[in-house]
């Protein structure tokens, strides 16, 4: 890949395991930044760190789960210790819940879904706010979902809907350290999270994407890295939606 856009930076990616993650890390370390690759399954973790050396970077693994506020603490203390701080920190874990109707969404599920996709994206901004460094950057993903009701996936859409909430009223807090953050607002995208195999393809121009079939977890990827780049250093506290125009219009009808 052309370009060392993070030649210097030091990077953390929660969820880098697999999916929109993988993709985010690999180019992050493709283009100069070294890498901690976070997630819940460490072994996908050191994957994803083993496919960044391959490529000539430099990245190191950690197993955490966003949900902890410990694990949220040791990933940013992990990636000081080895680089001597943090510049980026992309906050893309998260999960999905089973689908069905509201009325069968339990406690248990509830409860769930918002400690880790809300109540762990809180616990990872706060870290990033007070530890980045300045001219740092933080992207969160959110979802479509987070931009509309989900009748199938009432309390994943509520949890994203909290996220954008988080990331807009932080922002002035990460402008006062000369720091930003942005939400990115994937719509369906193709990664084992939505039971499609992972793709290790890293293209130089991803293909245009077909609203209907979904996302490649490099499309994402790549609004991330940008909203993280100084290229976008004018940006902050708000929401990229990355979906190839599926909420833009009514879908097509069948005449």
């Known amino acids: 890949m052309s370009g060392r856009r993070f030649e210097g930076k030091v990077a953390l990616v929660t969820g880098g395991g697999s999916g929109i993650g993988r993709a985010a890390s690999r180019r992050l370390g493709g283009e100069g930044a070294r890498v901690l690759v976070a997630d819940l399954d460490g072994a996908r973790a050191e994957e994803t760190a ?8 430099t990245a190191q693994a950690i197993r955490a789960d966003i949900a902890s506020e410990a694990d949220n603490k040791a990933m940013f203390n992990a990636a000081e210790q080895a680089w001597g701080g943090v510049d980026l920190a992309f906050l893309n874990a998260g999960m ?20 880790v996709n809300l109540r762990g ?49 932080a922002a002035r807090a990460f402008a ?14 193709l990664t084992p999270m939505n039971g499609v195999a992972q793709d290790d393809r890293i293209l130089a121009e991803p ?42 219009a009514f879908a097509p009808l069948d005449l």
């Open 50 to 57: 083993s496919l960044i050396v391959a490529d000539g970077g």
């Open 176 to 189: 006062s350290r000369g720091l930003r953050v942005n939400a990115i607002c994937p719509g369906n995208v």
């Open 121 to 169: 994206t809180f616990f990872g901004l706060k870290q990033a706010q007070a530890r980045l460094r300045p001219e740092g950057a933080c992207v969160v993903t959110a979802s479509a979902a987070a931009l509309t009701g989900f009748s199938e996936a009432a309390a994943y859409a509520t949890s994203k809907h909290g996220v954008l909430g988080l990331v807009r009223s």
């Open 207 to 248: 293909a245009d994407p077909d609203y209907r079939g979904g996302l490649s977890a490099q499309q994402v990827a790549e609004i991330a890295l940008f909203l993280l780049s100084r290229q976008a250093a004018a940006i902050n506290g708000h929401a990229q939606v990355v979906d190839a125009a599926a909420s833009a």
């Open 96 to 115: 999905l819940q089973r689908y069905g109707p509201f009325e069968d969404i339990t406690t248990e599920i509830f409860d769930r879904i918002i400690g």
